[in-house]
């Protein structure tokens, strides 16, 4: 009898809460923290609420877009800093993916193997949630409004309606994700990291049109460039090498004396 309520309680979580999150991960990025907090009222301790694959995406957004430029001032962010990878409850998870083929993920904990990534997720949230630490302020995802993770998800898909509202709260979001930061009195680095993120990240949160976020570009570029560099250089190198042995042949053919009396140059080398 009792088994048989547990058991139904089980389904229920099942078929209730798991489609909920689903939900979660799909409804619009504004109303991500209120259904967040929504849920934790609810009282359901043990539960993670907070979705793995948009913190994901918030994480993307900020390692591509932000670090990079974190990095080149040389600035520490400050703990409070929601933005700080150590507030991200996913992070030490995320760290923990070994990714050895396509076909293969492997947990970093126990060395146990995957297919793919999501069986890997799962194998998290089954084995490892003692590893989480889920207190108030550690999902990436509630930020996902400000940090533009539908953006990262898919750049192509277009809001057919910007709702006002939602453009301001974002903005709101963003720009208190800027001051906790960024403190403006933290000397010169914090200010222009300040300025940085307002147009990097705030801007494009508006129905005005015409503002896309992350304009002033981000990591993945210059990797793309240094990529073309080396594709350039390495394509250059036969050739490079090709002239280098033909004059050589050239002067191979040459008669000795006259090739040691056009060139003097090489007297001034040690014998
Ligand atoms: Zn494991």
Redesign the pocket.
Known sequence: MWAATLETILLLHLFVLLPLQGVGAVTEFDQAATSRSLKQEAGQRHEVHCSRERSRAAWKAIAEYLIPFVDEEQYELPKKCRLNPENDMFRDQEQ?KIHVDTNEWR??????SFRAEKF?DQ??DN??YNQLNDSQGRCLADLCGALHCDFVIDSKKTKTKCNPAAAARNRHLCESLADSCFPLNKGQSASRLHEFFLRQFCDAHTCAGGKKPFSRGGKKESSVFYLAVCILVVMLLPLFYTVVYLQQREMNKGVQVLKRISKPGLKTKPS
């Open positions: 923990h947990c970093g904990f126990c060395r146990k890997l194998h998290f084995r490892h």
